[in-house]
């Protein structure tokens, strides 16, 4: 379905977070990623608990090939390939089936323009906030803006040749775990204005400078711990920053509609249960860079 002539709001939204080490399941998360990620090219990697033992097993594999299976854990650092290491606090009391994901980006294609690149790669294109990838320029031009949920960079000058490289750089959308809905949210952006005086000038003239975006929703949350645990770690220096997806246009109810994605910082919630009512919290939340505005599909 298209979207309409006429804007339609759906005004809902979804809050995603990063899952700590790209954990997803129900047991112990007690892996954590090696940073020597040194392939060829960008790839992404899985590891999944395959049985529950003395030591526990897990499966891993590459960019969604083959698995290798039974490998035991050996509480040391494991390497998967291409220096890609995965380390588990414990060797049992793990969770068959749970499952961990990292995407990192090695010397990754863009698609130049002017000052401007982007990832040519439409599945890299959302970057990690918390771990922010590197350009760089074979004609040695500097990066002054990274544009994350687009994948893009701005240059101080024309660019020649534009890679991207980080361990853990860009989200795989498995490593997302979704934390709450929203509702009836809203956001003002504005662009800083300097007055510029000139003497005897009856009308003043404004210089525009930099681009700034605050917002807030009334929200139903999932229930659980998650969004509260995600704002201690942010409080406490970990990750902190959320993945906001805030839709337009949402004929079908299955989160494809027309939508801003953004990272976003939350800056507060008002927690309050009215009694015979349904219970809601707002939260405000201040934008981490431009959104990205992304079609109904």
């Known amino acids: 379905m298209s979207s309409p002539s006429v804007p339609v709001h759906g005004k809902t939204a ?172 809203h956001f003002t952006a504005g662009v800083d204005l300097a007055v510029i005086p000139r003497h005897q000038k009856q009308w003043k003239e404004k210089l525009p400078g930099q681009a700034e975006a605050s917002g807030g929703a009334e929200s139903y949350f999932i229930g659980g711990s998650s969004f509260f645990d995600a704002l201690k770690e942010a409080a406490e220096g970990g990750d902190k920053y959320f993945l906001l997806e805030l839709y337009t246009y949402e004929p079908d109810g299955d989160q494809t509609g027309d939508h801003f994605a953004v990272w976003a910082a939350i800056k507060g919630a008002d927690i309050n249960a009215p009694v015979n009512e349904v219970m809601k919290e707002p939260i405000t939340f201040e934008f981490h860079g431009i959104p990205k505005f992304v079609a109904n599909t």
């Open 14 to 185: 979804a809050i995603y977070r990063m899952r700590p080490n790209g954990f997803k399941g129900d047991g112990l998360n007690d892996a954590s990623w090696g940073t020597g990620y040194n392939g060829v090219a960008s790839a992404y990697f899985e590891v999944v608990i395959q049985t529950e033992g003395t030591p526990d097993q897990f499966k891993w594999r590459k960019d969604g090939g083959a698995w290798t299976e039974n490998v035991a854990i050996t509480g040391a650092a494991q390497t998967l390939s291409d220096g890609q290491t995965i380390t588990f606090a414990a060797t049992t009391g793990h969770t068959a089936n749970d499952q961990w994901v990292i995407g990192n980006l090695k010397d990754e294609a863009c698609t130049e323009s002017g000052v401007e690149a982007q990832i040519t790669d439409s599945a890299k294109l959302l970057l990690n906030a918390n771990a922010v990838p590197i350009f760089t320029d074979s004609g040695g031009k500097n990066v002054i803006e990274k544009q994350l949920v687009l994948g893009k960079a701005i240059f101080d000058g024309n660019v020649t040749t534009v890679t991207v490289t980080g361990n853990n750089g860009y989200i795989v959308r498995s490593a997302l775990e979704l934390v709450a809905y929203s509702f009836d949210w």
